[in-house]
């Protein structure tokens, strides 16, 4: 593999310094499940409002100061940048205590950091969305990419699942999706469960049910690491190649950037040269550690 | 003599797959050292030594190996050994113990004080009885034991195993010095309690918690310690002298009446921290207030975790 | 014409460089062998065979470091950088294999995002390096790419002929800085042949040696050999010595301390080695001890080479004298199997 090229990349340092953050204020807070919830977000520095840019696929570090900073992709889409968002489950320190903050309270966030999803590479092609659980937090970000420039792709199918219906994320997202007649939403969950009328069972399964062709066309994968592996293979027996596999992968971070070596795999880092990468360029890799 | 018995009677173990796994000592890749040998194989038992450097506690390697095993013991090993017994972290009949009366190990650094040299400058170091003899630039140089052994080992209580199943040699009679093993202590005790504090702080500006001494001990099998918890954060994991210095006090803490006073800690801190000061002084706390001696008996109870009707100590009734 | 100095005049070219810069040397006044600032007389450590038990990383990546400081005032918060008062530094007394390791770590630091902190020192710091003369068992540099007297990364070399050192002028800082210096000595050619017969013998006294030749291809095809992992690892207690004193690791963890709405955030020595390094909420990728002994190993010795062309090692021997359980990554290296790839 290959280190990634970052010139390209939008950069916004606070002050030259690549670790310091900028101060954002949280404007609208959603409840998505129990544990979820998506935070909307601008910068206190109004000139840096109105020039951040970022692509679908990248992430930032989000601070709460004091108690430290925690990575999430970016979930809202750059062609629609009146404010920005991320999606938090509560799972630890930083995390909890971000559920604990309001509207109109102070964060710090670091980024865009991270490489992005190749568009040039899906125009033209169908798109295979395939999320479970708070995974869809970056593919919505791709999702409403592709659908504001809606010409330029193909057909669009979704699978996306939650082990409960509680735990489905953004159904505000589903319920667009499932009205647009361009896409083919298809949402399950788990185990049976009581007023669910939908399908149901484990997203790699469904996908096989749903069985989307393979001819010029390309998954994206986002979901708990078990949900990826048993993936994979569903994909590849539907015809897909490596090449048209592509996912985020998701690692312990701290720096973002490249330095502090926890999310080394391989040759790269994952926040730096990831997190998307094709199932082409981890297959070496991912199979001991995923 | 004891290493010949020793290679033999782990070769049948494995043969005759009485044991699953060997732990002993080999040599090591630098001179005066030896290193631990963990194996499967038959073949590998012929690398297996007895010596002046088996300086590990093997008993730390019991926690994490799956199926019976075959261990070399010193005295220290297996206090080590009885004490995870006792608290259940491994089945007396899982283990196959090969008892090593140990005479006591000798401490390079000591060595390295008193000649005035890097080890590597040591040509050959070798004990006969109560002297150990340093060759060094052609010459030979003699020192009592008492000078160069580590103070562990001068303190020992143990030295020959009272639960092994292999007697590899001559039991020993334990012999301890405290007077010359508790210097380090004694020293400390004279300070006053601002000097000591002053001192500590010094100490532990060192530590750059690579958390070798807590990793080394076979008491501290913790899945997760507590310097990894996050809520609460008990500890910054950042090397601070305050943060370093409750590390250790938490840690003493929590081997308290499991700790065996090998001296691990103290020997594998790169930084030169004098850590069994601190442990040992829990060790004579624990023998003072509970007239408990870790590792001595499998079948007592584990000090901490249980509470007599007719408790000894006065400050409990 | 070659300069040089003797060694009973090493103390007054220290206190001589001392007016502009702040002087570091090696010392065991701390308890420790590491780089400290130099206490205006002790020289003893022209004695050393050995290198400090502390690498001259610390000096540029410390164990504990400030990012910022935070503070959060009646505007909300604000972010302040830490005040970096640009003192010139001079690293007295590096040894080559600490000195290349640097230019290892410069590889990461200055690709692409550059880091602040470590470049900024990087750039006010001097480095005077002592050629070693003895080689210690545990030392292997001369098969990673330096050697005992190998000036390639440092400002100047002293070489050690006897009484005192021939100066090897090798930057252009390192050539400003000899000429700029009072009371150096003019070197005869009899002590540049010293200098060569020194380096020469240096060189022939390292006896640990170490093949590394396809030693990148062989750990990718072993990627996969849990049971030559698992013994590798099997005697490795999962600490942090080998990581954080070796002079090419560079792993930190960043955490915020904050007292009243006020604090700053640091960023401390990490390893790979430990347990919860990957650990995340819902798995921990690298919770198995064989997985973690893998990624130290071929991360020094395959990624690293497959990013910047060069093996993370510079054979300083630290690890391998350091280690409690005397693990040793030259017996390592020559026990990967040659396999053919996917071949079980």
């Known amino acids: 593999m290959t280190v990634s090229d970052i010139s390209k990349r ?23 499940t129990p544990g979820v919830r998506t935070f909307h977000f601008n910068f206190k520095d109004k000139k840096l409002a109105k020039e951040f840019r970022f692509e679908s696929g990248q992430f930032g ?4 100061f004091g108690l430290g900073e925690a990575t999430f992709c970016i979930s809202s889409s750059p062609t629609r940048p009146d404010h920005l968002e991320f999606a938090v489950q509560k799972v630890g320190r930083v995390t909890n205590a971000m559920h604990r903050l309001g509207v109109g309270a102070e964060i710090g966030f670091r980024g865009p950091y991270g490489n992005s999803f190749p568009l040039n590479a899906l125009k033209g092609q169908n798109l295979v969305f395939v999320g479970g659980g708070i995974g869809l937090a970056p593919l919505r970000s791709l999702i409403w990419n592709v659908i504001d420039n809606r010409d330029k792709y193909k057909k669009i199918d979704i699978v996306y699942g939650a082990r409960t219906p509680a735990d489905l994320c953004f159904r505000y997202d589903l319920e667009a999706w499932d009205k647009d007649k361009t896409i083919n939403m298809v949402t399950t969950i788990d185990r049976e469960a009581e007023g669910w009328t939908g399908k149901v069972g484990m997203v790699p399964k469904v996908l096989e049910e749903v069985a989307p062709s393979a001819k010029d066309a390309v998954a994206i994968v986002c979901g708990p690491p078990i949900m990826i592996r048993f993936t994979f293979p569903v994909l590849e027996k539907l015809g897909f190649k490596p090449a048209q596999m592509i996912t985020t992968l998701e690692k312990r971070m701290k720096c973002g950037i490249g330095k502090c070596g926890r999310c080394n795999i391989g040759d790269v880092y994952v926040c730096r040269d990831g997190p998307v990468f094709s199932y082409e360029q981890i297959k070496d890799f991912v199979s001991s550690e995923y | 003599m004891m290493e010949k018995k020793l290679r033999q009677e782990a070769k049948a173990l494995l043969e005759q797959k009485r ?27 012929e690398r297996l030594v007895i010596n002046p450097f088996i300086t590990n506690n093997l008993a730390n390697f019991l926690t994490e190996i799956e199926g019976r095993v075959g261990i070399v013991a010193k005295g220290c090993e297996s206090r080590s050994i009885v004490s995870l017994i006792q608290d259940n972290k491994v089945d007396r009949e899982d283990l196959v113990i090969l008892a090593v009366p140990c005479p006591g190990i000798i401490d390079l650094a000591k060595i390295e004080r008193l000649v005035g040299k890097d080890r590597d400058e040591l040509d050959d170091i070798t004990r006969d009885g109560d002297k150990v003899s340093v060759k060094v630039d052609g010459k030979k140089k003699d020192f009592a034991v008492a000078d160069v052994l580590f103070d562990h080992c001068l303190a020992c209580e143990l030295p020959t195993p009272t639960e092994y199943d292999i007697l590899l040699g001559e039991p020993r009679q334990p012999t301890p010095d405290l007077k010359v093993s508790g210097q380090n202590i004694a020293g400390l005790k004279a300070l006053t309690s601002a000097e000591r504090w002053t001192k500590w702080q010094d100490e532990m500006s060192r530590c750059i918690r690579c958390y070798a001494c807590r990793n080394v001990c076979p008491a501290c099998f913790c899945e997760r310690c507590f310097v990894e918890e996050t809520e609460p954060q008990w500890v910054m994991p950042m090397p601070q002298w305050p943060d370093n210095l409750i590390f250790q006090v938490i840690r003493n803490i929590h081997v308290a009446g499991r700790c065996t006073d090998c001296g691990e800690c103290e020997r594998v801190c790169p930084v030169n921290i004098p850590l069994r000061s601190l442990t040992r002084e829990m060790y004579d706390i624990v023998d003072e207030l509970f007239k408990f001696k870790s590792g001595m008996d499998k079948d007592a109870l584990p000090l901490m975790v249980h509470y007599e009707q007719e408790e000894a100590e006065e400050f409990f009734k | 014409m070659a300069k040089k100095i003797s060694k009973k005049d090493i103390a007054q070219l220290l206190k001589t460089w001392s007016q502009q810069f702040t002087v ?6 701390s308890g420790v062998a590491e780089m400290a600032e130099w206490d205006g007389k002790d020289t003893s450590f022209l004695d050393w065979y050995r290198n400090t038990t502390v690498p001259p990383k610390a000096s540029f990546l410390p164990p504990m470091e400030e990012m910022f400081r935070f503070r959060k005032g009646e505007e909300g918060y604000q972010v302040e950088p830490p005040s970096s008062n640009g003192q010139r530094q001079l690293l007295f007394g590096i040894r080559p294999c600490d000195a290349r390791a640097m230019a290892i770590l410069d590889m990461t630091f200055e690709d692409a995002y550059k880091d602040p902190y470590y470049l900024e020192k990087r750039k006010n710091t001097v480095l005077v390096s002592l050629g070693c003369t003895n080689p210690c068992e545990s030392c292997f540099c001369t098969s990673m790419g330096t050697g005992p007297t190998d000036a390639s990364n440092v400002d100047i070399m002293l070489i050690d002929i006897g009484d005192g050192f021939l ?4 930057t252009d800082k390192g050539k400003e800085l000899v000429t ?9 050619k009899s002590d540049e042949a010293a200098a060569e017969k020194s380096r020469e013998t240096s060189y022939n006294k390292v006896v640990r040696q170490l093949d590394t030749k396809g030693i990148k291809d062989k750990l990718l095809a072993s990627f996969d050999d849990e049971e030559f992992w698992e013994q590798t690892a099997a005697k490795c207690i999962s600490c942090g010595i080998c990581t954080l004193l070796c002079p090419t690791c560079y792993c930190f963890d960043i955490n915020d301390e904050t007292d009243k709405g006020e604090g700053t955030r640091f960023r401390s020595w990490d390893s790979c080695g430990f347990s919860v390094y990957t650990k995340m909420p819902m798995e921990n990728p690298r919770s198995e001890k064989w997985r973690r002994v893998r990624q130290k190993v071929c991360h020094k010795y395959e990624f690293y080479p497959m990013a910047f062309d060069v093996i993370a090692c510079t054979g300083c021997g630290r690890c391998i004298r350091l280690c409690p359980v005397n693990w040793d990554i030259t017996q390592v290296i020559e026990s990967v199997p040659t396999k053919v790839k996917g071949a079980k």
């Open chain 3, 24 to 29: 570091l040397a090696p010392s065991r006044a």
């Open chain 1, 61 to 64: 570090q989000y601070s709460v």
């Open chain 3, 180 to 188: 700029q210096t009072k009371g150096l000595k003019a070197a005869p």
């Open chain 2, 19 to 45: 044991v699953d796994w060997i732990v002993g000592f080999e040599s090591g890749s630098l001179k005066f050292t030896t290193t631990p040998l963990i194996t499967r194989n038959v073949a590998d038992t």
């Open chain 1, 10 to 32: 939008p950069q916004f340092f606070a002050q030259d310094n690549v670790y310091m953050p900028h101060i954002a204020v949280i404007e609208k807070i959603i409840e998505e």
């Open chain 3, 167 to 170: 100066i090897e002028e090798v």
